[in-house]
């Protein structure tokens, strides 16, 4: 059995994890705040330089403490934002040297499905992804997994943090926005925007803002918001089912933790006669454990990374790896 040190930092999060083939044996993680506004890429790089070998210690010194030999490390190769990942792949190539093991470098999006898979009952699902940058609709084809539907501009979560900043909520709005949802007594008609498999998220957010400007009440309008955009969402992972035949679906992203969310796809799932799966929150949101086990899989299958080949890669989009751990 093997040790792998994961290493996320695609964003504001940090994290470091060491994972076996059955559980998590060490994790931390060490967020980047923003005190205002959205995430700026130069100081969130900056946040994850300075803690990151505190970070990385804490984690190995746990290892060593408990006898563990770390035979590789796995990091988040992309997509995400440039300085970030290539802080987090500049500390993996020396520990990769250092220690003389293999690195492993990782899609951040097939992460979050594999750690899914890993944390349920679910085997050949259909995912959907639902996170603050990403929104796809994900299910593995010959070889790949293929993208069978995804946002045509911001991520879902994205588009609850800028409706949230419009009407003054702090960072990150969505669990805000989830809380106030609960006592809405209406709903307000918002644009819904679904073309062929894809999803848009600008007009809702949009019109949401302009409707809290003109006086709507702020429950009916952050419900309303949750129900429009989980439609979309739920209409094109339920067509992504039809269309291929696959009996489970899988949620993951940090949007996942959304309850509302989770019961519709529950309906739906349980309208069609599938099975619905959902990891605990803590492998929903961006979590090092997901990349260590994704590299423990890749490491499985001898899919090494050369450090010529360890580049970061800003744009990785999930079809553009070739599975090679099924
Ligand atoms: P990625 O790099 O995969 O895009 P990320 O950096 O956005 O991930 P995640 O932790 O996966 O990080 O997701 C964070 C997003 O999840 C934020 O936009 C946040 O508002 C949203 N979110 C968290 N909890 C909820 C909730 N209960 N309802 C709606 N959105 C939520
Ligand atoms: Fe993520």
């Known amino acids: 059995m093997a040790f792998v040190l994961g290493i996320e930092g695609t964003a504001w999060n940090l994290g470091a994890a060491v994972v076996d083939d059955d559980c998590v044996l060490v994790e931390k993680m060490d967020a980047y705040l ?8 130069r100081d969130a790089a900056q946040h994850h330089a300075d803690v990151i070998i505190k970070l990385i210690r804490e984690v190995l010194t746990f290892a060593g403490e408990n006898d563990l030999k770390i035979d590789a490390v796995a ?12 802080t987090v792949a500049t500390a993996a190539r020396a520990i990769s ?8 470098g990782v899609n951040h999006c097939v992460a979050h499905v594999e750690v899914g898979i890993w944390r349920t009952e679910a085997s050949d699902p259909i995912t959907l992804y639902v996170s603050g940058a990403n929104s796809q609709v994900l299910a593995y084809q010959s070889g790949k997994y293929r993208i069978l539907g995804e946002t045509l501009d911001i991520g879902v979560g994205n588009a609850f943090d800028k409706f949230a900043r419009s009407i003054g909520l702090a960072h990150p709005g969505g669990p805000r926005i989830e809380e106030l949802a609960s006592g809405a007594e209406g ?11 894809d999803f848009s998220f ?5 019109a949401a803002t302009e409707a809290h400007e003109k006086g709507a009440n702020l429950s009916d309008l952050c419900h309303s918001f949750q129900e429009t955009a989980f439609a979309m969402l739920v209409e094109v992972t339920e067509r992504a089912v039809a269309h291929t035949g696959k009996d489970e679906v899988l949620l993951g992203g940090g949007v996942g933790a959304n309850r509302r969310l989770q019961k519709m796809l529950e309906i739906m799932c349980d309208g069609r006669g599938i099975d619905f799966y ?18 423990n899989l890749q490491l499985k299958a001898g899919d090494v990374t050369a450090i010529e080949e360890s580049a970061v890669k800003p744009g990785f989009r999930p079809d553009d790896v070739q599975v090679t751990w099924k």
């Open 278 to 295: 959902v990891p605990e929150n803590r492998f929903l949101g961006d979590n090092a454990a997901m990349i260590a086990h994704l590299g």
């Open 202 to 206: 600008t007009g809702l957010t949009t």
């Open 187 to 197: 709903y307000i008609e918002l644009p819904y925007t679904v073309k062929g498999m």
């Open 34 to 41: 923003p005190t205002s506004g959205g995430i700026h890429p």
């Open 75 to 86: 990091f988040s190769q992309g997509p995400g934002l440039g300085p970030c990942l290539r």
């Open 97 to 104: 040297l250092g220690f003389d093991i293999p690195l492993v």
